[in-house]
């Protein structure tokens, strides 16, 4: 069980992200250092000194072998390669790869890949878009220091969060500008209009390429989206009726 310690205690041990819990109304966040077994409240700590010094140790967080050197927030090489969290896919997750069977983990991935995830606005040092699993609301907005956000969409899969996000992304940043930030000058937006903003803009897209059999015999992309008899792409879109009895092979 983690122990609770002083502000004036010292602490060893391996560090993990802050736990960031909101405050009552109107109260600020409330932040825990955690390392190793113990923790220590940070907001009690305001106004007071506070020094880390590195060992020249790390432990890999998940499997807690000693390493040279930190891969992925905190894992070891041979975790890096092998641990489904590891995997480019959790950066993009357009990119998810689980059914085509090549999934590092698929009992991890089912348990957080295939669960509901937002997409979401929000304000940290500008606007910014982004995805985050339901049950890590308000918590992924604490750990980027957003000063306001707003859930636009709710989706039944990470997947689907990255399709979505990548449409947004044409039109605001995914990233955040730690710099500013850190100022804490950050000028409050009207994040409904915002959004309402952004899903006009993008209701249809602004140039539509079109696939054609006959002239294309073989397409390929990720699907979109479906409208009437049209299968949207990011490679372009390809109305079906169109090819009433072509013979054709399909891959999903």
């Avoid at 989706?155 to 969060?161: A, F, L, M």
């Avoid at 249809?204 to 294309?216: F, I, Q």
Wanted: net charge neutral; proline share 4%; glycine share 8%.
């Amino acid at each position: 069980m983690a122990e609770s310690i002083d502000a004036a205690a010292e602490l060893r041990g391996c560090l993990t992200k802050m736990a960031i819990a909101p405050g009552a109304m109107g109260e600020a966040a409330r932040y825990t250092l955690r390392v190793g077994d113990e923790r220590l409240e940070l907001n009690a700590c305001l106004g007071r000194p506070l020094a880390l010094a590195w060992t020249g140790a790390i432990a890999c967080t998940h499997c807690g072998r000693a390493t040279k050197k930190s891969f992925a927030q905190g894992h070891c090489y041979p975790c890096f390669k092998t641990l489904a969290q590891c995997d480019t896919c959790i950066m993009k997750p357009e990119t998810c790869h689980f059914f085509a069977g090549t999934c590092r983990e698929p009992e991890w991935a089912e348990r957080h890949c295939f669960q509901p995830h937002i997409v979401y606005l929000a304000n940290a040092s500008g606007l910014k878009v982004g995805i985050t699993r339901g049950t890590q609301v308000p918590t992924r907005w604490l750990d980027q220091g957003a000063v306001q956000a707003l859930p636009i969409f709710s989706v039944d899969t990470r997947q689907q969060s990255g399709f979505v996000e990548m449409l947004f992304k044409e039109e605001v940043s995914d990233r955040t500008n730690w710099r500013a930030m850190l100022k804490g000058d950050t000028v409050e937006m009207d994040l409904p209009a915002e959004r309402d903003r952004l899903l006009a803009r993008l209701e249809g897209p602004t140039k539509v390429v079109s696939h054609n059999l006959d002239k294309t015999p073989e397409i390929a992309g990720t699907l979109l989206g479906l409208k009437g008899q049209y299968l949207i792409l990011d490679s372009g879109v390809i109305n079906l009726r169109k090819y009433t009895g072509y013979e054709v092979r399909v891959a999903a």
